[in-house]
C-alpha cells in the first residue's frame, strides 16, 4: 500500500474514489465471496484513503477499512499482513468493545503465538477488568484454539462480572455456553458457578419494557418523538383474520445501491437522517433498532427501492418523498410476505442485515456501534 504524501483531490482522483467504491461493493457482495478479489479491493481503498483523505471522507472510513483488510488478510493466511494492517487500525482511530488491541491477541493466537496473545490480554485487562467484553472475548479464542485451562479461567472471571453487576451486557448465557464446553473439554465437572448461573437465566430478565398490541401506537409515538421517525419510518401490521401469527413491526431502509438513488432524488433525507454517509446512516439504524421495546411478533427490516416506492406510491396517491410513504410501502411488503424482507436480529454470526457481507457481530451487531451516540 502506498505512503505517498496527501494530494489535492480532482475530477480524475473523485471518479477513482468512484470507481473504489464500486469494486468493493462488487467484491463484498460477491458469492461465494473470493478473500483475494477482497483484500484487493480494500487495499486500493486504503490507498486512496492515504493519499486524498479529503476525497474519501464520505465514502470510506480507514480505521474500518484496515480492520476489515486485516480480517481478510486472516482468512488468506497472512498473519504477519494481518497483524500489522490491525495495528495500523488501531493508530488510526479503530475503537471497539472489547479494547481493540484484543484483535492483536486473537490474530497472533490463532498464528500460534500464545505467549505474545497472553501478554496482550494480561495488559487489557490491567487497564479494563471492569469490562465482561474482554472476557468473553478471551474465553471464546482460548477455548477455540484449545486451550480450555485458560478459556475456563476467563469465562470464570467474566461469568462472575456479569452475575455481580446483572448482566447489562446481556453475555451470561453465552459464556456459561462456552465455560462448559471447555469444562467437557476438561473432563470437569459442573461447578457452584454455573449453577448460580442456571439460578440467573432461569429468572425474568426483561431486557426492554415489553408492550401490549393495544399499546402499540403510544409505543410508536414515544420512537418517534425519541429518535425521529424520519431516520427509519415504521408500520405496525397487525396479523390477518385467518392467521394466528402475532403483530409484525416492519422499518423502511434503503440497501447501498438505492442510498445515493435515495438522496440524490429527496437531498432533504441527509438533513433527516443526520449524515449522508452510508455507513453512518446503517449505524444509526442498528442503535434505532436496539433501541425499541421487546415486541411480542417479529421484526423486519424491509429495503427500498426507489423506482418500486415511487411506482407505489404514483398508484396509491402518496408522496415519495415522505416518511408516511415508505412506512406504508414496507407495511405493504410485510404483508405480502416479500422474500426481500430482512429478519432482525440476525445471529451474532449470521450475515449482517446491512449486506456489508460480513458476520452480524463484526459490522452492525458489533459493541462499538451500539456504545456510540446518535448525534442529532
Request: aromatic share 6%.
Amino acid at each position: 500500500m502506498s505512503s505517498s504524501a496527501p494530494t489535492p483531490p480532482d475530477v480524475p482522483t473523485r471518479a477513482k474514489v468512484l470507481e473504489a467504491e464500486r469494486d468493493l461493493e462488487q467484491a463484498t457482495s460477491a458469492r461465494p465471496q473470493d478473500p483475494t478479489r477482497l483484500a484487493s479491493a480494500l487495499e486500493q481503498a486504503v490507498d486512496l484513503c492515504r493519499r486524498w483523505p479529503e476525497a474519501t471522507s464520505g465514502a470510506f472510513y480507514l480505521p474500518e477499512l484496515l480492520g476489515e483488510l486485516a480480517e481478510t488478510y486472516e482468512r488468506l493466511g497472512r498473519p504477519d499482513d494481518a497483524l500489522h494492517t490491525m495495528q495500523a487500525a488501531i493508530d488510526a482511530g479503530y475503537s471497539g468493545a472489547p479494547d481493540p488491541r484484543c484483535r492483536l491477541a486473537e490474530i497472533l493466537l490463532r498464528a500460534g503465538h500464545a505467549a505474545e496473545a497472553h501478554r496482550i490480554f494480561a495488559e487489557v485487562k490491567a487497564e479494563t477488568p471492569d469490562d465482561v467484553w474482554l472476557y468473553n472475548n478471551a474465553g471464546l479464542e482460548y477455548g477455540a484454539a484449545g486451550d480450555h485451562e485458560r478459556a475456563v479461567a476467563w469465562l470464570a472471571e467474566g461469568l462472575q462480572l456479569a452475575l455481580d453487576t446483572g448482566d447489562p451486557e446481556r453475555l451470561v448465557a453465552q459464556m456459561s455456553d462456552l465455560r462448559r464446553e471447555s469444562l467437557a473439554a476438561l473432563g470437569r465437572e459442573l461447578d457452584e458457578l454455573e449453577a448460580r448461573a442456571d439460578e440467573f437465566l432461569a429468572q425474568p430478565h426483561p431486557p426492554k419494557p415489553a408492550w401490549q398490541p393495544q399499546e402499540l401506537p403510544g409505543v410508536l409515538a414515544a420512537l418517534d418523538a425519541a429518535q425521529g421517525s424520519a431516520l427509519a419510518p415504521t408500520a405496525a401490521v397487525p396479523p390477518s383474520e385467518s392467521s394466528s401469527d402475532r403483530m409484525v413491526l416492519v422499518l423502511s431502509w434503503f440497501p447501498r445501491q438505492e442510498f445515493a438513488a435515495a438522496l440524490e432524488a429527496w437531498p432533504q433525507l441527509a438533513d433527516d437522517w443526520g449524515t449522508a454517509d452510508y455507513t453512518e446512516y446503517n449505524r444509526r439504524l442498528q442503535r434505532h433498532l436496539s433501541q425499541m421495546p421487546t415486541t411480542p411478533g417479529p421484526v423486519w427490516i424491509a429495503p427500498i427501492r426507489v423506482v418500486r416506492l415511487r411506482s407505489w406510491c404514483s398508484r396509491t396517491g402518496n408522496d415519495p418523498a415522505s416518511g408516511s410513504a415508505r412506512s406504508g410501502y414496507a407495511a405493504e411488503l410485510a404483508r405480502s410476505a416479500s422474500a426481500e424482507l430482512i429478519a432482525w436480529p440476525p445471529g451474532r454470526n449470521a450475515p449482517c442485515w446491512c449486506d456489508s457481507g460480513r458476520k452480524y457481530k463484526h459490522c452492525c451487531g458489533h459493541p462499538s456501534v451500539a456504545a456510540t451516540p446518535v448525534v442529532q
